[in-house]
């Protein structure tokens, strides 16, 4: 049987088919870890970044290490399994306490050439007690969003929300927004406002208009990181030197 036009048609789409299969299982294989250090950063992360990024095709892998307390513990899992050589971005929030997480596990050499940090809001918003410069996840939104949202039916109760111009009268733009939002909502005997932090989170990330500077360069700093460590793919290997073969 002699082969025709749609034969070789057919092999060539199954043929497309198979190295596009290979590919994109290796770009998982090789992917780049996102560390993210709660759960509202791994919500409203992917959001945030939605049409910037890629995750899937670009190789992103969001990987939640449950509070600045963990990572010490989960840097050292990293470098004991196979995936010690994969890149890894590892945001934070830029307090005080994440901050000295952070220097510690350098201290104990945990942060490889391959770990790129990435300070979350990436430039100082408040000022702590303690005179560090920095903030957390909310300040790296406009700090109108911030209070439209944390007075937003589905966070607060109404007899909060029905206070909610003297809280915006006294609220300090340069000082921590969420622990001043704690003690607002304490003083009036409403104590889960802790609870809504991931509530929060993903209403802020929906609503906002433009993209925070701070996720402009998180998707910088990923397209760059890519570009560095690029998807090789399985067939990409240095054969053996064989005389009148390969030498």
């Known amino acids: 049987m002699s082969t025709t036009w749609d034969d070789i048609a057919r092999d060539m789409a199954i043929q497309d088919l198979h190295d596009e299969a290979v590919i994109t299982r290796a770009t998982r294989e090789q992917c780049i870890f996102l560390f993210v250090e709660g759960e509202c950063e791994a919500i409203a992360i992917p959001e945030l970044l939605y049409g910037t990024i890629d995750f899937d095709a670009v190789g992103i892998q969001?990987?939640?290490y449950n509070g600045h307390g963990s990572l010490k513990a989960v840097l050292r899992f990293m470098r004991l399994t196979l995936s010690f050589d994969r890149p890894v971005i590892l945001t934070y929030?830029?307090?005080?306490?994440?901050?000295?997480s952070l220097e510690a596990c350098r201290k104990q050499n945990l942060i490889s050439d391959l770990v790129y940090e990435f300070p979350i809001p990436h430039a100082p918003v408040v000022t702590y007690p303690g005179g560090h410069q920095g903030g957390s996840f909310e300040e790296s939104f406009p700090p109108e969003l911030f209070l439209t949202a944390a007075?937003?039916?589905?966070?607060?109760p109404e007899q909060i929300r029905s206070d909610s111009d003297h809280f915006r009268q006294a609220f300090a733009v340069s000082k921590p927004w969420f622990p001043q939002l704690q003690k607002f909502c304490a003083e009036r005997n409403f104590f889960q406002s802790r609870e809504k932090k991931v509530e929060l989170a993903e209403l802020m990330a929906s609503k906002v208009e433009n993209q925070?500077?701070?996720y402009v360069a998180l998707a910088k700093l990923i397209r760059n990181v890519r570009s560095e460590h690029p998807v090789k793919h399985p067939d990409d290997v240095v054969l053996p030197k064989v005389r009148g073969l390969t030498a």
């Open 93 to 100: 929030d830029n307090d005080p306490e994440s901050t000295k």
């Open 151 to 156: 007075f937003h039916e589905t966070i607060l």
């Open 212 to 214: 925070p500077a701070t």
């Open 62 to 64: 969001i990987a939640n």
